[in-house]
């Protein structure tokens, strides 16, 4: 496999974005809160004339917030999905590193929010890292657990 992989920090554990869906990796900012949004949804920002729609990775994972309003600048990764852009907020941006394996079968339990957004660990010159699946980093919880 010779994918590329951006190793990224969220809520203190280090996985792995496929690098070819990430357009930029960006410092956010100002953020401008969108009234009754999903909670995972932690605003809107802009960036080169492009509206993007911030996902608090730590919310969307259910693992507690992401403090983005303290005037700091948080980095992200910026992606396309369906004609829209995203900011995933991430702890750190590291690296990035050849996949050197296929995903494989996850044999342990991660915690709910993982296991939603997991496509398998891949191995890599940096050691074994967890695979997220964009699209369900964007979706967020599950239905049940946002009416909760």
Request: proline residues 6%; glycine residues 6%; hydrophobic residues 50%.
């Amino acid at each position: 496999m010779n994918e590329l992989l951006l190793i990224v920090s969220i809520a203190g554990s280090r996985v792995a974005l496929p690098a070819a869906a990430v357009e930029s990796v960006v410092e956010l900012e100002a953020l401008i809160p969108v009234p009754r949004a999903p909670i995972h949804v932690a605003g809107l920002s802009a960036l080169r004339s492009r509206v993007l729609t911030v996902i608090d990775c730590r919310r969307s994972l259910e693992l507690g917030a992401t403090v983005l309003d303290d005037g700091s600048l948080q980095e992200a990764a910026v992606v396309e999905l369906d004609g829209h852009h995203y900011a995933l907020t991430v702890d750190v941006v590291e690296d990035v590193v050849e996949a050197l394996s296929e995903p494989a079968p996850i044999r342990a339990a991660m915690g709910d929010g993982w296991e939603r957004v997991s496509k398998g660990m891949v191995e890599t010159e940096e050691g074994p890292l967890l695979l997220v699946d964009i699209p369900a980093i964007i979706a967020g919880p599950a239905t049940e657990a946002r009416a909760a």
